[in-house]
């Protein structure tokens, strides 16, 4: 697949951007997790305590991946 210079770039900003919303507002995530949960599946969900902690590690892996496609696309 041939992506464009510009595709390339907004593919390894979009991971990384993605990797510090999850790093700095992990409760605003969650929230917003609840209520799409809550209106679109019509399910309860109920973050752990430890729900923030997973949300800040999965931030870890968007950031190493961006950085990871940042290398390999440029």
């Keep these: 697949m041939d992506l464009t210079r510009t ?18 507002v992990p409760g605003l995530l969650l929230s917003s997790a609840r209520l799409g949960y809550r209106r679109v599946l019509a399910v309860e969900f109920t973050p752990q305590e430890r729900s923030r902690r997973r949300v800040r590690l999965l931030s870890v ?3 190493a991946i961006a950085a990871a496609l940042k290398r390999l696309l440029e």
């Design 61 to 63: 892996a968007f950031l």
């Design 7 to 24: 595709e390339r770039r907004l593919l390894w900003t979009g991971t990384a951007l993605a990797g510090v919303v999850h790093l700095l």
